[in-house]
């Protein structure tokens, strides 16, 4: 008997009829002879809500074991209204809470990380001939406390609750068949991928392309698990995440993400010295704030030197604040801040073997008129940090430079 896990996503599950629509497309499933644990997000709009509810309160300093107890409540409300439409057309069923279902996490409330999954209660159900549907985005931190996995989550859930139980397959049911070649909400001509490596959607998602969680991506590597993203509102293929050996036909270029959630900081002046990089980003890694682009420019005196550097949005008042605190043994100037920048990132295995490719990009953008700000590059990408205004420009002009408008 096939065993599979399936995701739905907020827009697959945002009302009652969609959760009807979802416990169809399950019990043909089942009907057909396989084994589902289904795997849900929250009603779309509703983890939004359950964030701002907590900002409105306290922005600034709220427990996160508090935020976590309100945001993981909407997975909650679809799981059981699943297993009820499920049991109301002849489909036994129950819901399972991510303790429920055995699914331990670190303590990194708001952004944890599982660290263990219980398969005994997921696989008891299965076998008694029930479809086990599972509260994404959530698990059980030490100290018994509900904790979440950061935004876009369940997908995470989905690929590690596949992995634990040994699924077949790991469905992730979407709003878009498939994974495209850039945000098909943006690039209009972006074409869906039959086929992408492990390594590609890795990077891609890195880069802001939030069809798949991060993380989920990284899981599925890790332990093998055959991903792959589709409709829940057709019956098309979707994409298969695979390896690069099961690629046929590789393009250079087989992706382009962006991301809006970026922050540049400058900092004036600093000593050109040794030890002057550990001084400025000890500080920010202690406080757990993540540095992505860094560019160091020389200026003309040969003496003082200035630092530019991107954090996520979220962090750049932190950034700024951990900064101010250690003026005094940094050694800077001021500090400059610009949160109106985005990323834009071209991703593929083909570069390896490709030259040319930062080029076209730099080139491209040129062409637009459109500033590049800040470099970084890794064996399968080159991204750049522009003026946010640009992104969708920046996004269409590279998508017809490599070529990959469709039709
Ligand atoms: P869900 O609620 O099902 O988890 P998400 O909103 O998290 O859905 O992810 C799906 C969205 O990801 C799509 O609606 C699309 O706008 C966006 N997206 C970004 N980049 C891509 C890409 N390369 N291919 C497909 N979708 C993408
Ligand atoms: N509901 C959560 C979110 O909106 C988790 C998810 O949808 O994957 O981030
Ligand atoms: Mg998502």
Known sequence: MTLVVQKYGGTSVADLERIRHVAGRVARDVRAG??????????????????????????????????????????????????????????????????????????????????????????????????????????????????????????????????????????????????????????????????????????????????????????????KVKVQVLSSFSDEPGTLVVDEDDIVEQQVVSGIAYSRDEARLTVLGVRDRPGIAAAVFGPLAAAGINVDMIVQSVSRDGVNANMTFTVTRSDLKRAQAVLAEHQATIGFGEILVDDDVSKVSVVGVGMRSHAGIAHTMFQTLADKGINIQAISTSEIKVSVLIDEAYTELALRALHTAYGLDGS
């Not at 994404?136 to 139980?165: E, W, Y």
Request: proline share 3%; with cysteine; aromatic share 4%.
């Open 34 to 223: 396989e084994r589902v644990c289904v795997v849900l997000s929250a009603m779309a709009g509703e983890t939004n809500k359950l964030v701002g509810w907590v900002d409105g309160l306290d922005p600034a300093n709220y427990d996160p074991a508090e935020y976590d107890v309100v945001v993981s409540s909407g997975e909650q409300v679809t799981v059981g209204l699943l297993a009820i439409a499920l049991q109301s057309i002849g489909v036994p069923a129950r819901s399972f809470t991510g303790w429920q279902a055995g699914v331990a996490t670190d303590g990194a409330h708001g952004k944890a990380r599982i660290t263990g999954i219980d398969k005994a209660p997921i696989l008891a159900a299965l076998e008694a001939g029930k479809v086990a549907v599972v509260a994404g985005f959530q698990g059980l931190a030490p100290g018994d406390r509900l904790a979440t996995l950061g935004r876009g989550g369940s997908d995470t859930s989905a690929v590690a609750l596949a992995a634990a139980i040994g699924a077949d397959r790991c469905d992730i049911f979407t709003d878009v068949d498939g994974v495209y070649t850039s945000d098909p909400r943006i690039v209009t001509k972006a074409r869906k991928l039959d086929r992408i490596t492990y390594e590609e959607m890795l990077e891609l998602a890195s880069q802001g392309a939030k069809v798949l969680q991060t993380r989920s991506v990284a899981l599925a590597m890790a332990h």
